[in-house]
């Protein structure tokens, strides 16, 4: 199992650009969850899928952002256009509802800096 | 809504010192409770969990009960290490209403000295 994974593991890009980050979950998990970090808001959910459905987006901070889960093994986050404020590090996990443990597992992360 | 506190950090012991770090929690329903660790650059992991109220989740020496009459899930463990260095993050999950999004709490810091 090679667990939940993130692409890429850093990225830099100059105000105005589009920024595209990508998620690969857990084979069978039907929850995929996105996440950012900062120091001053901590960990703050952005949006969650179930069977590549989105069910609460209401954490994206605005227009700027958008996600999707065109299939059950990929989904992106999307930034356009991108702010210095949008720097974070950016986290996708992912779990499966039925059976036991209700383990959520996190990626590695993206950590993202806006210019 | 749901909300979990956590005690401000950093947190500074010496090596083999007794640990706890204090987690209180609000939720509508029966939330699962759950600490993360992060090390410096890496994601979350998770420590333990526990399921329904007087369970104990235990992993690599950390223990923390799940006390639904004061709504806590402190996490401690008996004997530190430096390895143990890292940020901590409380979480819940309300799985009866169906909203499994995990709910953090701000984050405690343990910095462990030789």
């Known amino acids: 199992d090679a667990g939940v994974i993130q692409s890429p593991r850093h990225e830099v890009t100059e105000m105005g650009q589009e920024v595209t980050l990508r998620c690969k979950p857990i084979s069978g998990h039907d929850y995929l969850f996105w996440y950012r970090q900062t120091m001053m808001r901590g960990l703050e959910l952005l949006i969650y899928f179930n069977n590549n459905v989105p069910i609460d987006d209401s954490g994206m901070p605005e227009d700027r952002f958008s996600a999707k889960m065109p299939n059950a093994s990929f989904s992106t986050l999307k930034i356009q256009p991108s702010e210095p404020r949008d720097s974070a590090v950016y986290f996708c996990?992912?779990?499966?509802?039925?059976?036991?443990?209700?383990?959520?597992?996190f990626g590695s992360g993206t950590r993202l800096t806006v210019v | 809504g749901n909300s979990v506190t956590q005690m401000e950090g950093p947190v500074t012991l010496s090596e083999e010192a007794f640990l706890t770090i204090n987690c209180t929690y609000t939720?509508?329903?029966?939330?699962?409770l759950f600490w993360y660790v992060q090390y410096p650059g890496e994601g979350l992991q998770l420590l333990l969990k526990a399921t329904k109220a007087d369970d104990k989740g235990s992993n690599k020496g950390f223990e923390a009960t799940y006390r639904k009459e004061t709504t806590s899930f402190h996490l401690e463990k008996g004997s530190v290490q430096v390895s143990d260095s890292a940020v901590y993050f409380c979480?819940?999950?309300?799985?009866?209403?169906?909203?499994?999004?995990?709910?953090f709490g701000s984050g405690t810091r343990l910095q462990v000295q030789p």
């Open positions: 979480a819940l999950a309300d799985m009866d209403t169906g909203r499994r999004a995990l709910t």
């Open positions: 939720a509508t329903g029966y939330p699962s």
């Open positions: 996990a992912s779990i499966r509802s039925l059976g036991t443990g209700y383990g959520y597992t």
